[in-house]
Structures are given as C-alpha cells and as structure tokens.
C-alpha cells in the first residue's frame, strides 16, 4: 500500500515570516489530526525557517520549492541540498513554472542532476513532469511526460527511485478553463508514468512510488481523483493558501 501524500506549492506567496506563521498557525491543529496521509507545505525560501521551527513537534513535513545540485559555490541566489536538509524533508524539482520558456527555462539534465544531489543530501524529491497544450493535442503525451521521467531519473538505482515523489502536472489543465478528467490522469499515470518508471527499474519498485496529480486541485473536486487507483496524493497550487486546505486533505483520505 502506498500512503497518499497531499503537499501545499504556496509558490510566491506568504512568503514573510509572520504571514506564513500566522496561516499555519491557523491550519496546524486540525491539518495535524488528519491520519493516514503524508502532509507537506513548501513555503517560499523566505518563511521555510520559521515554518520549520513551527512544524518541528508535528508529523506534517516540509518541503523547498527548488534547489540548486551544487552543496556549496558562487552560484548567486541559489539554494543548495546542505542548506536545506537541515530544514525540509521534501524538495520540488522540475516544476512547470520552471521548466517553461517564461520561467527559468530548466532542462532534463539539470532536472536530473537536482534528483540526484536531492537523494544524496537525504531529500525527497518531488519530482514534477506534465506535457502542454499543444502537446496534448497532438497526441503526444505519452512520449514528451516518459521522456521527462526518464531523463530525470536515468541511472538511479531501485532504491533511490522509490525514494523519489513523481508529481504528474498536465500544463494545460492548469489556469486555462480546461480539465483533465480523472481518468484522463488516471492513464496518464499509470500507462506512462508508473509504466516507464517499470521500464527502469522494474514493476515491483514502480508500484511502490507514489505518483501525485497537479492539475489545478481543490477540495470539490479532489475526492474524484483520489478515487482513482493510480493517483496516490496531490500537489495542490492556490488552493494549499486557504484554510480550506484542511478539508481538501480530509475529503483526500476519505476518498483514498
């Protein structure tokens, strides 16, 4: 059985430490008494501190929003593996806001790098793939969101796979009006996600990975995909900054 894992991308918001700690504060008792889920927020850089300190008696994990692979260096601006293992458990790689043209324009080799100095320095990885519009309509998903996961995680071990979170993001379903049906996703990560991660390093380990959704989820609409048998947790946008991101992950479990 695989615990679902529902985590809050809070991306470039609450990003001072009063707003981040006054919100928390305000969904830690309830988020804390919900069981048989992994939780993670992933606050900015600038909050994940005084998060940290906060969230340090309860069972809810942290997370990072990137990282650079380097432990240390003159590589202005970044964050590297050592400065945040002593903060998180969890770190976001290869999100789709930084894969993007308009965004930081990432690629799979250095996506793949993160993955690895991420496992080293004893992080989970979120690991995010998802094709766009274009593509989708094209009919080419299948072949552009295996080939993100396999240029990512090419070369790990079994081990380090199954240590690693795979976030299935499809772009287009994300601020567009669009949406992807639960069994749209459904597919999607269980043919292609989990059946290239079984081309890597087997069935038995593919089946022990947790594949998240990341599709614009919310609390009315997170029970239909948590039914579905392949979606193990959500990475979950806006709606992880409203206290109603207690009853999205309540609605999770009881759907799971």
Sequence with gaps: MRTPLIAGNWKMNLGRPEQALDFVRAILGP??????????????????????????????GLGAQNMHWDPAGAQTGEISPAMLRELCQYVILGHSERRAAGGHFEKDVAIHR?????????????????????????????????GQARAALDGLSPDEVVGCVIAYEPIWAIGTGKAATPADANRVMGLTVRGTLADLVGEDVAGAVRILYGGSVTADNIA?????????????????????????????????
Excluded: W, Y
Excluded at 37 to 50: M, S
Excluded at 116 to 136: F, Y
């Design 31 to 60: 988020l804390n008494k919900i069981k048989a889920v992994d939780r993670v927020l992933c606050p900015p850089f600038t909050a994940l501190a005084a998060v940290a300190e906060l969230l340090g008696p309860t069972e809810i």
């Design 114 to 146: 993160k993955v690895r100095a991420a496992l080293e320095a004893g992080l989970t990885p979120i690991l995010c793939v998802g094709e766009n519009l274009k593509q989708n309509e094209a009919g080419e998903t299948h072949e552009f969101v295996s």
């Design 224 to 256: 239909s995909f948590m039914a579905m048998p392949e979606i193990d947790g959500a990475l979950v946008g806006g709606a992880s900054l409203k206290p109603d991101f207690v009853e999205l992950v309540r609605r999770a479990v009881a759907a799971g």
